[in-house]
């Protein structure tokens, strides 16, 4: 089962329980879009858009720099720019609801401590699914 960082309503699958309002409005746009909901085909349609909207903005319900919290001393005398280079990510513009799907890169300057490299696509994770 998915982590569920939104304290939404689980079904007896395990699956978050979509809001009737969700599925009426994603009917809606099925509708205004041309097709029908009611077809076969798009029955469950609803339910999987309202699900996977809900997976694409968890960011909202952590905060990323939660990430940058554990760091470590053992910097070993290392004072040159840490770069974590070409990692995938995926959003949504905020105006258009319309996907975004690239790679970022992420530098620091360590000083006195370094944080796990890994936990830098995390943040950029959580920041992307907002």
Same mark, same amino acid.
């Given at each position: 089962m998915p982590h %569920? /960082?939104? *304290? *939404?309503? &689980?079904d007896e699958s395990g699956k978050v329980v979509v809001p *009737? %309002?969700? !599925?009426?409005? &994603?009917?809606t746009l099925i509708r205004w879009t041309g097709d029908d909901p009611t077809r076969e085909g798009l029955l469950d349609t609803p339910r999987r858009v309202g699900r996977a909207w809900r997976e694409y903005c968890a960011g909202y319900a952590e905060d990323p720099a939660v990430h940058l919290s554990r760091t470590f001393q053992e910097v070993g005398g290392y004072h040159e720019l840490? !770069? !974590?280079? *070409? &990692? $995938?990510?995926?959003? =949504?513009?905020? /105006? =258009?609801m319309a996907p975004i799907i690239g790679k970022a890169s &992420?530098?620091?300057? $360590?000083t006195d401590r370094v944080v796990g490299i890994s936990k830098l696509a995390r943040v950029l994770h959580g920041f992307a699914q907002r």
């Open positions: %569920n /960082h939104f *304290d *939404d309503e &689980i *009737d %309002n969700v !599925l009426e409005a &994603i009917k840490v !770069l !974590l280079k *070409d &990692i $995938p990510f995926q959003s =949504h513009c905020e /105006h =258009h &992420i530098a620091y300057m $360590p």
